[in-house]
């Protein structure tokens, strides 16, 4: 192999050299006035060059000035800085009060893109009939109203489920020459459509877009097939997926393969899920971390554990990040299936991977070694959880009631009510069913029987209580961990 020549007397490193020493010139007096001036005239330049650029930033923050009026008036730039932060994080009532700031500013001018986006909020906020306020100010400032701005509007009536006046307002831009409906006002409108599962309201919008020639987008699309396969429509969303795919404007993208994938793998249709994932594919459509946790999702509960952990390997082998929603899918499903090891493996590696595990984590441990009869297991939970500030909430009591009354420990079932007590958090009916159901059957009839009188005297007192947490129980149970 050729070397490469050297040189022959190479310096030494640049910190090992001695510093160049300039023999001193000796200089005449005419040289030593000369290099003076020069001197002088260049300390001049200098400073001219500072005053120049002092003078053009005074200027510039003079026009500022002019633009934002008095002196004690605030800044253009801060104000709508501040405004956009709110209204990205959807704190409707400090948007409101900036913008209120932002009238009172003398260089404010009506701007209706401002009103559109605070409408939007508004509407996602609850808050419709301060969305048609602030549309009826926006038309009073001067500002054109135009599709945008109905659309807005219309957005936060169906959010709501003010449909009558969603509808009127519908009927108002079909009528007008300037703001008719297109695709995307007829698409949020089928989303909260769906929502409500108004699928006859769904069926005449799509009817009309046919009618005015309005093609379907791939929102539109994907909002169908979602809808379809959560209420487990399976033929209209194959229908619909198929109709999409033949529309050759109408790009089908990852979210509407999530959509599909997530309606058959839930329902336990692991063949025809793995039939579109190829279809998908080979569309060039690639999948995302999401992708991967519907498939997880899926083969856990359908029981597929050997196709799970080929995911699993998968998402390994090409480098996928496993994210909360990830490591909570697999633990689930380990639990479920009695593998305890597996489950503790799963955990140790997700507080390696600096994961805080939530409520949805720590229901699955209990629930698995409640299953198992694991009661010391347990309370290594209840020892991790006072070490890891863990919010706890009313379905992580509810399991931690049920897993000590499959495994006998009713003095530490009843615990769990003080426990509860402590965090602030009130127990409700399936807390007290749970707990009867234990006593019962343990034999322990006497002390359901109480827990029975008093659970009909907290129903008495609250009895709105009763509803309010047996529908956060629902909610949380019924939430796809994948979604």
């Not at 253009?76 to 700031?101: C, G, K, M, T, Y």
């Not at 108004?198 to 009309?208: E, H, T």
């Not at 402590?422 to 009839?445: L, Q, S």
Request: charged content about 25%; overall charge positive.
């Amino acid at each position: 192999m050729a070397s490469l020549s050297v040189p022959i007397n190479p310096l030494p490193p640049p910190v090992n050299r001695r510093p160049d020493v300039k023999p001193e010139i000796s200089l005449t007096a005419k040289e030593r006035d000369e290099e003076k001036r020069r001197q002088k005239v260049n300390r001049k330049i200098a400073s001219q060059k500072a005053t120049s650029m002092k003078l053009r930033s005074e200027a510039t923050k003079a026009v500022i000035g002019d633009k934002s009026g008095p002196s004690n008036s605030k800044e253009p730039l801060p104000l709508l800085e501040n405004l956009r932060a709110h209204i990205a994080a959807l704190r409707w009532e400090s948007a409101l009060n900036v913008f209120d700031q932002l009238h009172e500013q003398l260089w404010y001018r009506p701007d209706s893109d401002i009103y559109i986006k605070l409408i939007v909020v508004l509407g996602k906020c609850k808050q419709p009939e301060k969305a048609h306020s602030l549309f009826q100010a926006m038309i009073s400032e001067g500002c054109g109203v135009n599709r945008e701005s109905y659309t807005a509007l219309l957005s936060a009536y169906s959010r709501n489920g003010l449909f009558d006046k969603a509808f009127s307002l519908l009927e108002e831009m079909k009528n007008s020459l300037d703001c008719k409906p297109d695709v995307h006002t007829y698409s949020i409108l089928i989303k909260s459509c769906v929502q409500v599962s108004a699928f006859d309201k769904v069926d005449s919008l799509l009817s009309v877009m046919a009618s005015q020639g309005i093609k379907p987008n791939t929102v539109t699309y994907s909002t169908l097939i979602d809808a379809y396969g959560k209420t487990r429509k399976f033929a209209k969303m194959e229908a619909t997926l198929g109709e999409m795919l033949r529309e050759g404007q109408c790009e089908h993208d990852v979210w509407t393969m999530n959509s599909t994938l997530r309606a058959f793998g839930s329902s336990g249709q692991i063949e025809t899920m793995e039939k579109y994932y190829d279809k998908f594919q080979c569309a060039g459509i690639q999948p995302t971390i999401e992708t991967f946790n519907i498939l997880l999702d899926s083969y856990g509960k359908a029981g597929s554990y050997e196709k799970l952990c080929a995911v699993m390997e998968y998402m390994q082998k090409y480098y996928f990040s496993w994210t909360l929603v990830t490591y909570n899918i697999v633990l689930e499903a380990f639990g479920r299936a009695g593998n305890l090891k597996q489950m503790e493996l799963l955990f140790r590696s997700m507080r390696s991977d600096r994961i805080k595990p939530n409520c949805v984590t720590l229901c699955s441990l209990v629930r698995a070694y409640g299953k198992a009869r694991k009661a010391e297991k347990i309370l290594g939970v209840l020892h991790f959880i006072e070490n890891a500030n863990v919010m706890l909430d009313i379905v992580f009591f509810n399991c931690l009631v049920d897993a000590y009354g499959k495994v006998g420990c009713f003095v530490e079932m009843k615990g769990v009510l003080e426990m509860m007590e402590r965090k602030g958090c009130k127990p409700d009916g399936i807390t007290y069913r749970t707990m009867i159901k234990a006593y019962k059957k343990g034999g322990m009839n006497s002390h359901a029987k109480e827990l029975k009188g008093s659970f009909a005297s907290v129903q008495k007192s609250s009895p709105g209580l009763e509803r309010q947490n047996l529908q956060h129980s629902v909610s949380r149970f019924d939430s796809n961990p994948a979604s």
